[in-house]
């Protein structure tokens, strides 16, 4: 049975979204593209509140695809994506939005 880590996770939802550990390490901004990826192979490895930290802006960046809906979000402008998400509320605002004005 294959044993659950978030070395392994994290990689899986960033494909998910279409996100590069390059624009990753730009949202997160604690750790370098070069240390994130030795980390995703293997080569280090996560502390439990950099996992958690990080799961929580996966989280985001999920709801934030959701919330926008067929509009595809292109992940790769990680300054962009940090600005957006580091909007208080913008979330709220988008999902108040589409609850109103369905596609």
């Not at 978030?6 to 899986?12: K, L, Y």
């Not at 996966?58 to 979000?73: F, G, N, Y």
């Amino acid at each position: 049975m294959a044993t659950f880590n978030p070395e392994n996770e994290i990689p899986r939802r960033l494909r998910a979204l279409g996100c590069s550990v390059a624009a990753f390490a730009v949202i997160y901004g604690k750790r370098s593209q070069p240390h994130l990826s030795a980390t995703f192979r293997g080569q280090s490895s996560l502390t439990g509140s950099e996992a958690q930290e990080m799961y929580r802006l996966l989280d985001q960046m999920e709801a934030l695809a959701r919330a926008l809906d067929p509009i595809p979000i292109n992940f790769s402008n990680g300054i962009l994506i940090k600005k957006i998400l580091g909007d208080a509320g913008i979330l709220q605002k988008i999902e108040s939005w589409n609850q109103f004005n369905r596609f």
